[in-house]
Structure formats: C-alpha cells, structure tokens
C-alpha cells in the first residue's frame, strides 16, 4: 500500500455510516494518515454534510489539512484547504435544470412503483446545487430505517432505468443507502479525481481509491474507469482495517 501517496475515500458507507458523524475511532486514523499521504473524500453529500459529518471532528491542527482534499456532490465540485476552504471548480445545474431533473423523478417514481413511505425523514428530493439527491425515506432518515428500505438496491435499479430514459443527457447513479443521485453528463467521481490528479501533478498509479459502491451502477464504480487501484468495503470497520494497513507499510523513518 505504501506505493499510494493519494488515498481517496467515499463518505457515506465507507468513513461514516449513512449520514452520520464519523466515529472517533475513524477520525484518530485519519488524522494519522493525513500526516504521510493525500487523502481526498468523495461524496454525494454537499459541502454542509462534509462539515457536519467528518470535518469539525478532527482534532489535529488544521495545517494538516494542506493534505486533505474535498470532492463533494460526487465530485461536481472540488475544495482544498488554504486558511479555509477554497473552491477549484463547482459545476452547477440552474434552478430551470433542476426542476427538470425533479421532474423527471416524479414520473419516474410513479412508473416504478414507488410509493410515499407514511413517516418520512426531510425532503425526498433535494437540490444540491451541483447535483439533484433522491431519499428513499428522506435525507435525514435514521440509518436503521435506511438499512431495510432497499438493501439489495433492486427499487433503485428500477428508478435509476426508468429515470436514465428519462434524462439520457445526465448521469443516474446510486448513492449511499437510500439515494439516487444526479449530476450533469460526465461529471462524477471519476472526474472529480482526474481534475484532482491534475491539479497536484499526480499520476492514476500514485492513487488509491475505497468505497462501498463499487457495485454497476454504485457512484463509487465511476473511480474504476480510472484505471487506478480501487478496494471494495462493506463496511467502516473494514476500512479502519484498510488504513491501518497503509499506517504499517509507513517507512519507520517516516512515522
């Protein structure tokens, strides 16, 4: 693993659970790793659920986060640290573009059966400004409710068809554990992480990629036509396991 000096992670699934704040455990890894390699965090969450859910936990000093890289709403925008958080691009739909795309959901629910569960958690759909995010049950859904809704991904993949015929122009995947999530053609993890290779003169073989939607269809699967190394996991202990492994391959000079 030492090979890597660029590790890029998914959110949702993989560092944290579903739209939850990251365990102490995680953060402690990070916080190691922050100091010998890149990492760049991708999701489908917006910039607020980045602050939320990962960022005001880590306890290091913030001159570590010269090393820490953001890539938001499945990498339709991209935000590295310099006294704050500072945008390097943000491609974003118009309020007549997103309500196109909202929609084109309401049909496609409706073709696909998908029926207004009777207790819901925030709003079904929402616009992320660069990206429109389907919920299942709502955004803010406990993770316990999301985990029964669609585990095998097979309401998805009916919306997700349904919906793709409906909106051929723009990408459709599935996200997290209750979503779908749409950004413009082209634009996506896969992207995101090109932009990012190029910004800091890295090459694909320098990165390694982990999330737990690898899966056709999973908005992590667009990182494999990267052709870089990417690592499946199922769950956040099997990632701790993963960053420990990178932690012991660390040069003993190094650490």
Same mark, same amino acid.
């Given at each position: ?8 992670? /998914?959110? /949702? ?14 953060? &402690? ?6 100091? !010998? ?7 489908? *969450? ?26 938001? &709403? ?7 640290? /310099? ?22 959901? /309401?049909? *496609? ?6 029926? &207004?569960? *009777? ?40 919306? #997700? ?37 190029? !910004? ?12 737990? &939607? ?6 992590? *699967? ?10 499946? #996991? ?22």
């Amino acid at each position: 693993m030492n090979e890597f000096s660029l590790i890029a992670f /998914d959110m /949702d699934g993989t560092l944290t659970e579903s739209a939850t704040p990251i365990e102490p455990e995680t953060i &402690t890894l990070l916080e190691s790793l922050l100091r !010998h390699k890149k990492i760049a965090i991708a999701s489908g *969450a917006t910039l607020n659920q980045f602050e939320q859910q990962l960022l005001k936990h880590f306890s290091c000093d913030t001159s570590y986060f010269k090393n820490l890289y953001l890539l938001p &709403t499945n990498g339709s925008a991209l935000y590295e640290y /310099d006294n704050g958080w500072r945008s390097l691009y943000c491609i974003d739909f118009t309020e007549d573009e997103a309500r196109e795309i909202m929609n084109a959901f /309401d049909q *496609a629910l409706v073709k696909s059966g998908y029926e &207004t569960p *009777a207790t819901t958690y925030g709003p079904i759909i929402e616009h992320r400004c660069s990206q429109v995010t389907f919920a299942g049950l709502g955004v803010h859904a406990p993770c316990e409710e999301k985990a029964k809704w669609d585990p095998d991904h097979t309401k998805r993949e009916r919306i #997700v068809k349904n919906l793709s015929e409906l909106l051929p122009e723009l990408s459709v995947t599935i996200g997290g554990t209750t979503s779908i999530d749409v950004t413009k053609k082209g634009i996506n993890k896969a992207y995101g992480l090109r932009r990012l290779l190029k !910004h800091l003169d890295h090459s694909k073989d320098q990165l390694l990629y982990i999330g737990d &939607t690898l899966f056709p269809g999973g908005n992590d *699967a667009p990182a494999l036509t990267l052709g870089t190394k990417c690592v499946p #996991v199922t769950t956040v202990s099997d990632t701790r396991a993963l960053i420990r492994q990178i932690l012991n391959e660390v040069p003993a000079e190094r650490l």
